[in-house]
C-alpha cells in the first residue's frame, strides 16, 4: 500500500481567489486521481493526473477551472480556481496500486470552504 | 453512460450479518470494487471481483453475478467499529478510473 499525505488539511478562502492543494506519495505511482466529495455523499472524479502530458479531464470539469500539475511520480497538486460557495467540498488524492486501478489508495482529504 | 445503485442506508445490531447490494450499469465493465469510509476519513479498499463468485477476506465477503450485473458486499459478526459508509465502484471497459456509487451508510446498534 501507499502513503499520502495532503497539504493543507483545511482551509476556509473567499471567492474570487485560488487554492493549490497538494499530494505527495511515498513511492512512485503511474496513476493518480483527483476526487471531491460532499459530506455525506459520493466521491466525483475530476481528473486524473498524467505524469508528463495534461491531465484528463472528466465531463463537467475543465482545465482552466482546475488545472493539474504532475511533476514527478510522487507528486501532484490540484487548484481550485476563481473559487464560489459551490466549491467547497472535500477534495481527495487517489493513487492506484502498481497492479490494479481496481485498488486505490486515498489521502485524508482537503476540507475547503469558501465563504 | 455508467450507473450503481446502492441502498442510502442500512441498520443493524452487533454480532448480526448485513448485505450491501450493488447494482450496475456500463458500457464495458472490468470489475466491481468496494470501499469502506468512516465519518471524517479517507476511503479504504474492501475487496474487488473480477470474476463471478465469492471473494471471502476474513468477516467481509464480496460477490459479483456479471451475468446480472450485481454484486454485495457481505459483512459478518458486525462491530459497532463496522458503522461506516461503503461505496461500490466500478471499473468501466476502457478505462483506467473507478466510478463510485452514492455510497450505504451503516449503522450497528448494540
Known amino acids: 500500500s501507499a502513503v499520502i499525505s495532503q497539504k493543507p488539511s483545511r482551509d476556509i478562502c473567499q471567492r474570487g481567489t485560488s487554492l493549490t492543494i497538494q499530494c505527495q506519495v511515498d513511492?512512485?505511482?503511474?496513476?493518480m486521481f483527483w476526487y471531491r466529495q460532499q459530506p455525506g455523499q459520493s466521491l466525483t472524479l475530476i481528473a486524473t493526473?498524467?505524469?508528463?502530458?495534461?491531465?484528463?479531464?472528466e465531463s463537467g470539469f475543465v482545465i482552466d477551472k482546475f488545472p493539474i500539475s504532475r511533476p514527478n511520480l510522487t507528486f501532484s497538486t490540484l487548484t481550485v480556481s476563481n473559487m464560489s460557495p459551490e466549491d467547497s467540498s472535500i477534495y481527495l488524492c487517489?493513487?492506484?496500486?502498481?497492479?490494479?486501478?481496481?485498488?486505490?489508495?486515498f489521502g485524508p482529504g482537503t476540507r475547503l470552504t469558501v465563504t | 453512460g455508467q450507473s450503481l445503485e446502492q441502498p442510502s442506508e442500512v441498520t443493524a445490531v452487533e454480532g448480526a450479518i448485513v448485505q450491501i447490494n450493488c447494482t450496475y450499469q456500463?458500457?464495458?465493465?472490468?470489475?466491481l470494487s468496494w470501499y469502506q469510509q468512516h465519518d471524517g476519513g479517507a476511503p479504504t479498499f474492501l475487496s474487488y471481483?473480477?470474476?463471478?463468485g465469492l471473494e471471502e477476506t476474513g468477516r467481509f465477503s464480496s460477490f459479483l453475478s456479471r451475468s446480472d450485473s450485481y454484486g454485495y458486499l457481505l459483512l459478518q459478526e458486525l462491530q459497532m467499529k463496522d458503522s461506516a459508509s461503503y461505496f461500490c465502484?466500478?471499473?468501466?471497459?476502457?478505462?483506467?478510473?473507478?466510478?463510485f456509487g452514492a455510497g450505504t451508510r451503516l449503522a450497528v446498534h448494540p
Open positions: 493526473a498524467n505524469q508528463g502530458s495534461e491531465a484528463t479531464y
Open positions: 456500463t458500457s464495458g465493465f472490468y470489475g
Open positions: 465502484a466500478v471499473r468501466p471497459g476502457g478505462y483506467n478510473k473507478l466510478i
Open positions: 487517489s493513487v492506484a496500486s502498481q497492479t490494479s486501478t481496481y485498488e486505490q489508495y
Open positions: 513511492s512512485q505511482v503511474t496513476m
Open positions: 471481483n473480477a470474476l463471478d
